[in-house]
């Protein structure tokens, strides 16, 4: 597995000690997958995350990322291998592992503040604090104003952000993004990167990890301290690529876009020109 930066004058975040030396918070042992009668989809797929760690999935469409999400929120079971939350077995969803889905998941009879409720009052919390909870969170993403509207009413990107908002309400411990920021202006996907970023980071939150998975390179880089890319069929994890940029980062810093370029040749693919 290739750990090396590809820059030499690169700082290093100390993103590789932390891998080596932490116990994992979300762990896949080779978990293998495939729908009955058919070829596996993935084999043998192994991953962690670790404290304060934001970790990318990458790979051609249909190789099974969303699959692995689902696996790793324990929608789906696997054909075998396990997935350990702190050490320990899941075996039924979670309330600690969040996912939120690459297709747009609102239930449209209810409004964006019973949207995001919902998770909540499954629990022991009385009316009045899942509201302010999840005014809270509607807040951070940009939509208080529309509590009361429902999702008919909304442009997809504001669903998303409904089902974002919904996801970390619960408070989990790792939330997984398959494709969050897509249906996103860039202005307001780059808003709510750095604020889910945040949220990993904040030591008075109980989120500790995120998985994400995206097909944007550039966000990609931006966000993640280690990078599984998966290829081949069935697909496995090909390649693993610690990204050691200091943060914030911005796509002028030495070293990101030789980073970008790493993971194109990672897929297989040449990196656009300009
Ligand atoms: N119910 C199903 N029955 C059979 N095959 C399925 C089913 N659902 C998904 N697949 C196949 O499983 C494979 C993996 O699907 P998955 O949605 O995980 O891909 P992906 O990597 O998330 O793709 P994308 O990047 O386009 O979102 C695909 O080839 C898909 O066609
Ligand atoms: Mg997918």
């Known amino acids: 597995m290739d750990q090396n930066p590809p820059s030499s004058n690169l700082k290093n975040s100390g ?14 042992q080779s978990l293998c997958f495939g729908f009955p009668n058919l070829k ?18 990458i790979g051609p469409s249909g190789i099974g990322k969303s699959i692995l999400l689902r696996i790793l929120a324990q ?22 592992i969040g996912l939120v889905h690459q297709s747009i998941a609102t239930f449209p009879w209810m409004t964006a503040l019973d949207n995001v409720k919902l998770v909540l009052l499954g629990g022991k919390m009385s009316d009045e604090a899942a509201t302010q909870t999840a005014e809270r969170m509607l807040e951070m993403v940009g939509l208080k104003s529309v509590e009361d509207e429902y999702p008919k009413e909304m442009s997809g990107g504001m669903r998303q952000r409904v089902a974002i908002a919904r996801a970390l309400s619960a408070s989990p411990e790792v939330i997984l993004l398959d494709e969050p920021f897509v249906h ?20 008075e939150t ?39 940029l200091p943060r ?22 040449v990196p656009p020109k300009g």
Do not use: W
């Open 15 to 28: 993103t590789s000690q932390l891998r080596f030396e932490n116990t994992s918070v979300l762990e896949a």
């Open 40 to 57: 596996p989809v993935f084999n043998n797929v192994s991953l962690k995350t670790h404290k304060d760690e934001f970790i990318a999935i």
């Open 75 to 96: 929608l789906i079971p696997p054909t075998s291998g396990k997935v350990l939350l702190n050490g320990i077995p899941v075996v039924h969803p979670s309330a600690k």
């Open 184 to 203: 996103l202006d860039e202005l307001t996907a780059n808003r709510l990167r750095k604020e889910i970023y945040d949220l990993v980071f904040q030591t």
């Open 206 to 244: 109980s989120l500790k990890s995120a998985v994400l998975v995206s097909h944007n390179l550039h966000e990609v880089v931006q966000l993640a301290d280690c990078v599984y890319i998966m290829n081949g069929s069935p697909a496995t994890i090909v390649n693993e690529v610690n990204i050691d």
């Open 248 to 269: 914030p980062r911005n796509e002028r810093q030495p070293g990101f876009l030789d980073y970008v370029d790493r993971l194109y040749e990672g897929l297989n693919l």
